[in-house]
């Protein structure tokens, strides 16, 4: 089963232009986590935030938690071509196992 | 650094061939993960190794599935009788003890079982 829900499912946007994409999830969480993961190749982590944390911030990157509404949103700036992947949110809550979303996919044109 | 690897990155077997993933975590990490990824989902848990003690087998889908860590270092997952469903990726991840959740993943077996 899958913990968390992204929306959109599908995001093409323009480089230079932001990119927002936003998680849902069902139970409570120890923290979230989000990866990308490029056409044919493994997952990468780009940023994790804690439960307590409401805000966080990683180069491009910001991440922002609402633990109350149990949701998350990741937002790229100034995107461009490379950010051309799938996302997916991945929250832990028995402090081992990852359950991920089922991603949204990002198309950055040039 | 050397990442996470794993073997063979493409496997294709038939109906009913038992088939053996490899995966070599990051150097030190005492944490171990499996993942099944189906095409257009995101990744699945299947099973979690703590050093050389299989922790948490509970994403397992059946009895056909194995999966072993010996020496608490390289991992294989096994999967017997192979079945057309079993096709999908499937990712290892590693994490260091010290390192809260952040999960480093290997590139991944596509096992397309025909």
């Known amino acids: 089963s899958q913990q968390g829900e992204e929306d959109p499912q599908a995001l093409s946007i323009q480089e230079g232009e932001n990119a927002t994409m936003n998680c849902s999830y069902k139970t409570s969480i120890n923290n979230l986590q989000w990866y990308r993961q490029n056409s044919g190749r493994g997952l990468v982590h780009l940023i994790l935030?804690?439960?307590?944390?409401r805000e966080k911030h990683s180069g491009r990157l910001r991440v922002t938690l609402d633990t109350s509404k149990k949701s998350s949103s990741l937002l790229i700036t100034a995107s461009r071509a490379a950010d051309t992947a799938s996302y997916f949110c991945?929250?832990?809550?028995?402090?081992?196992?990852?359950?991920f979303g089922k991603g949204t996919t990002l198309s950055v044109s040039s | 650094g050397a990442g996470v690897s794993q073997s063979p990155r493409y496997k294709v077997a038939k109906r009913g061939q038992d088939v053996a993933l490899r995966c070599d975590p990051i150097s030190g990490h005492v944490s171990l993960f499996w993942y099944q990824q189906a095409l257009g989902q995101g990744p699945e848990f299947l099973t979690y190794?703590?050093?050389?003690?299989?922790?948490?087998k509970s994403g397992l889908p059946s009895d056909r599935f194995f999966a072993e860590r010996p020496e608490g270092s390289v991992s294989t997952l096994k999967i017997q009788r192979t079945q057309q469903e079993d096709s999908a990726v499937y990712l290892c991840?590693?994490?260091?003890?010290?390192?809260?959740?952040?999960?480093?993943f290997g590139p991944g077996t596509r096992l397309t079982v025909t």
């Open positions: 991945a929250t832990d809550q028995a402090g081992t196992a990852l359950i």
């Open positions: 935030i804690r439960s307590n944390e």
């Open positions: 991840a590693s994490s260091p003890e010290d390192r809260g959740n952040e999960q480093y």
């Open positions: 190794f703590q050093n050389e003690a299989q922790l948490d």
